[in-house]
């Protein structure tokens, strides 16, 4: 019946105007119906991120209008020692969490790919912290790392006992192992897919050919995982650019600008320190860094050409 | 005719084989139990994770229920001593039910405006290949690499301008708008998998754009919908920023801004703060305990390969 159909089309479809044919042909909608999606993300998404390039020239307390500035505030940015610092931090939690995540959730993801009675069991508790705001996390773990009442007042976690999120020194690898907990389950289902995707067939070919389990791991699994690792990669490096909420609340940045990562310095600037315009600077360079970072991962890794890792199977 | 029949949205860029169409089995059912593929580091690795989860979420749930008496002298991962119900009761009095009942009005209302416009424009990019909406998708895919958040103070501006700020209204444009990228670029994945013969057939009939995205596009796309609804959903439950910005009275409040406050309101009653924690949870929860399967396809949505 769908043939019959589409074999009168094609005759009928000379008659009209060109165009309404191959619209026909694809039986594709108009293109009115863009538009409530572009108002609602050009509104409030496009527009907000060129009004904040514009805000950077300006000066700007949060109320009244905006006043025109110049270069004042991209000057500012340049000779302020606290940019550098807070730019430092930003990378070391985008590294650090690429590196204790990385291999966290692409370990725990190969175990779980498999079933079994204890490892769906384990799965299934794996995702809770995944659940959770961000909010709920930090609120949970600055009082768990108390070390007047937190988990260090437990017998044989007196290892724990040490004011972690007061020491400059420390709180950083906190945060970044906080982080962690929060967002290795998220990366673990992105390896788990990847996993069940490799076929049987490798590791049966592998093992005839004498390989062990960590041969193995090397020369299939890791290779295999190559997308999924890049995937699981930029949304981790992206993602720290984005991890606001959770250091908001455990440390609001401090002690002094130990954790103050550049999005928590634009809030800080902006609507502690009433200077909109600088914030607007910050604003802009994060995502200069947001579309670098996406840019040069997609390149590097060859990920949008996404040709199949299986050719000649 | 370069339509697949396959209708599943996460495995879209399934790798061809020259291997006959028999998949590969996704999941290999090994024995669990010592077989010669019990895989002993990995068990250990796993547990130790385990513990590493567990130990956080017992000592919130166990502290919840302590008084605050008690709190400091009961071992923090002993069993409350004398379990009270006490610092929930204190958690309701304090507004809890509003900022719930404002947090479920936000995530719905803004998940529903963003699934429903992005369904619209993804049928169209999928359908249409017009350069417009070419170009649109490029745009939504540069989305995707933006950090958003980056926006907030023009946001905030605009919001002022309008009137909204403090209101719920200002929670649930930004982030509906904010959801755009992630759900089209997931809806045409889906959509581009429907065989076009079920449009040309259905336009041959004289039907409307709006006849076949109600009786077509909406119910063969319901799977991705539940998922990408899912995923928006717990973002926006979850959001920070915008409440902390663009809202001030309690009476706006959402919950994990709500939690925030409490923190800053009872300071050193730690049990109180936990119960709070713990409240806050508990629909998502509730939710992954009947829902398990589309929550987690939900949480890789667009992800999963």
Redesign the interface.
Known sequence: ???V??T??SIRAPRRGAALA??????????W??L???L??G???????L??VV?SFTQ?S?LGT?QWLGADNWLWFVTDPVTYTTLGITFAVMFGSLLVQGP?SM??G??????????SF?G?????????????VA??????LDPN???S???G?GWLAHNWLGDKNTVLIMVILVIA?HF???HT??YQ??V??????LYEAASIDGAG?IMQFFTITVPQLK??IV?SST?IM?GS??Y??LI??MTAGGPGYATRIL?LH??LT??RSAE?GK??VI??V??LI??A???ALTRWSGFSK?K???E?? | MSTTTSVDPVRVAAPPTTAPPVKPAPVRRWPSLFSKHTNIPGGLGGALWLIIVVIPLYWVLTTSFRSSTTFFSDAPLSLPSEPTLGNYAKVFDSGFFGYFTNSVIVTIAAVIIAVFVSLLAAYTIARNTHVVSRTAFSLVLLGLAVPLQAAIIPIFYMLSQLGLYDTLLALIIPSAAFAIPITVVILVNFLRDIPGELFESMRLEGATDWMMLWKLVLPLSRPALITVGIYNALGVWNGFLFPLVLTQSPSVRVLPLALWSFQSELTVDVPGIMAAVVMSMIPILTLYIFGRRQLVAGLTAGFGK
């Open positions: 019946m769908t043939t159909k589409t009168t089309g191959a619209r026909q042909r694809a039986g594709g909608p108009s293109l119906f863009l409530p999606a572009a609602l993300f509104g409030f998404a496009i527009l907000p991120l009004g904040a805000l700007w949060g905006p966290i370990l725990l190969v175990w779980i790919a498999r079933s079994g009675g204890f490892r384990a299934l508790i794996f995702f809770v912290p995944l659940l959770l705001s961000s909010a709920a609120l949970a773990y600055k009082n768990l009442f937190g988990l007042t437990q017998d976690f907990w290795v389950p998220l289902l992105l897919g990847g069940r995707q490799i076929p049987a067939s389990r997308y999924t995937t949304l992206v650019l984005t606001f909420d908001f609340v999005p634009m809030y902006g609507f909109m914030a607007s604003a802009t994060l995502v947001g579309l970072l996406s840019l996404m199949s890792q299986q000649g199977m």
